[in-house]
């Protein structure tokens, strides 16, 4: 099993930026994709950012294409999403996940990945 916790959360006037950090224990994810999904209130759970195993390929969704960026370090077994010009519309808590199956792409779908934090709050004031 692994756990994950995320971090960096917090309060920015727009254009502001922030930067997320999950850490894993329990286990190793340097074998697994990894992902950053995030949900506002009354809205489904949306993929923001994701990165493979060997960080090879990222992928973004298109709202935050060039303003967000994700990243990992394996040895430290974390994964980071750094938030540039942020806009009210990215208010939402942000969960960090990791690939139910190892040596994959990149998944766009929250049922692909087994382990989820349990959230930071982003809030981004107008």
């Known amino acids: 099993q692994v756990q994950l916790a995320e971090s960096g959360g917090g309060f920015v006037q727009t254009g502001g930026s922030l930067r997320l950090s999950c850490s894993a224990s329990g286990r190793s994810i340097g074998d697994y994709g990894m992902a950053w999904f995030r949900q506002a209130p009354g809205t489904e759970r949306e993929f923001v950012a994701g990165i493979t195993y060997s960080s090879s390929i990222t992928a973004y969704a298109d709202p935050v294409k060039g303003r967000f960026t994700i990243s990992r370090d394996n040895a430290k077994n974390t994964v980071w999403l750094q938030m540039n010009s942020l806009k009210p519309d990215d208010t939402a808590i942000y969960y960090c996940?990791?690939?139910?199956?190892?040596?994959?792409?990149?998944?766009?779908?929250?049922?692909?990945?087994?382990?989820w934090g349990h959230g930071a709050q982003v809030t981004v004031s107008s």
């Open positions: 996940a990791a690939d139910r199956n190892s040596n994959r792409g990149v998944w766009r779908i929250w049922t692909e990945y087994a382990y």
